[in-house]
């Protein structure tokens, strides 16, 4: 008789994964985060990115907007660290009244520890503040290539330099406070360099309590501030014993520290070549959970089906904690809405391999697959 119970749930749970085409679901019941992720436009495109919100994100459901931000706006508290040409109080303040008349919440992002380079160019942070660089002893080549001696992919600053925080605290400030944002998302994917051997304040220690003390300081202080932080879920995943790798997950034993953070950090889990189901294993350790794709229209429309299905098919102490699904997009805000308008343009045309696998393809694809389920 258990065997007969445990197969019809188990069928019944087959067949839940089909059940959406035939139930009506409210747009708004679906999923409580439904997002898209770019950075943020350049001063000169800010009116037209207004319009993709006004037009494109309103009319699909898109209740959550991801801006990468980083040295790209006017700090007042360090102008030092201004990239060329960056945005204005005023640009911000478009961007959030387009926000709200939209339904839109705003999430600017500054990348923190990681990401402080890219190829052979060091970010605003250490150039200006060399002292905070933890690894100085790499050099930037003249010419970058992958893989090289010196395992460098990006720069990190180091997370126990006495000065560092009171820099870029002061920008995430600024930053939420233009953008009268609740939450901020902090980057924190992709850190292959933590714990050197030859930095003198980290050499030796736990790379997963170095990477759960950063997380927990700067989400720490966005609670004072009634403010929540997001991060990448990359580093939090083990690498070698799922077979992920060192991209989508940490081969440098920063996995740990999942055990280790405030379970009120909410994860942006990033799989962008095939839908591997970690959302369940960050909601099993208490976490919420986004799921998230880029550029392969197949992984995102999988990913939306499978957020659907964990919120139906788990308890009520579980499923809320699968908050979501979010496009992701690795370029300028002006050349993804250069390629989502001739996309638009060419509607019907029959697209080659190349062209199907573009971040304007996901979008419209994974959020076509929402409303579908929703009506």
């Not at 520290?257 to 591997?276: C, E, G, L, N, T």
């Amino acid at each position: 008789m258990k065997k007969l119970i445990l197969l019809g749930s188990i069928v019944a749970a087959i067949l839940g994964l089909f059940s959406f085409e035939s139930a009506a679901i409210p747009l708004a019941d679906t999923l409580p985060v439904r997002g898209f992720a770019i950075a943020a436009p350049k001063k000169g495109q800010v009116d037209r990115f207004v319009g993709f919100m006004d037009t494109e994100l309103r009319r699909r459901g898109v209740n959550t907007l991801v801006l990468r931000v980083d040295f790209d706006y006017a700090y007042e508290s360090h102008p030092e660290l201004r990239g060329a040409n960056p945005l204005s109080k005023e640009d911000i303040q478009r961007l959030v009244e387009a926000g709200k008349r939209n339904g839109i919440q705003l999430i600017p992002q500054v990348n923190l520890l990681g990401h402080q380079s890219w190829a052979g160019t060091i970010g605003n942070l250490l150039k200006v503040y060399p002292e905070f660089d933890e690894t100085p002893h790499v050099q930037m080549p003249a010419e970058y290539k992958w893989p090289n001696d010196d395992g460098l992919y990006c720069k990190s600053y180091c997370p126990l330099h006495p000065e560092v925080h009171g820099v870029v605290f002061a920008l995430v400030d600024e930053l939420c406070d233009a953008f009268e944002a609740d939450a901020f998302h902090a980057g924190m994917d992709e850190v292959f360099y933590i714990g050197d051997d030859k930095c003198p304040r980290c050499g030796g220690r736990d790379k997963a309590a170095l990477f759960a003390g950063e997380v927990t300081k700067i989400r720490n202080h966005l609670a004072g501030r009634n403010r929540k932080l997001w991060i990448w879920g990359d580093r939090l995943i083990d690498g070698k014993e799922t077979g992920i790798g060192m991209w989508e997950a940490s081969m440098n034993n920063t996995h740990r520290a999942i055990d280790m953070i405030p379970k009120d950090v909410v994860i942006a889990d990033w799989h962008y070549v095939r839908p591997v189901q970690t959302p369940v294993y960050f909601a099993m350790k208490g976490f919420d959970v986004v799921s998230c794709s880029w550029d392969q229209p197949e992984v995102g429309v999988k990913h939306v089906e499978d957020m659907l299905t964990f919120r139906a098919h788990n308890t009520n102490a579980m499923k809320d904690r699968f908050k979501g699904v979010m496009l992701t997009v690795w370029s300028s805000a002006e050349q993804f809405l250069d390629g989502f308008d001739k996309y638009k343009a060419e509607q019907g045309k029959e697209l080659s391999e190349a062209e199907a696998k573009n971040p304007w393809v996901t979008f419209v694809k994974m959020f076509e697959r929402l409303e579908a389920l929703a009506n």
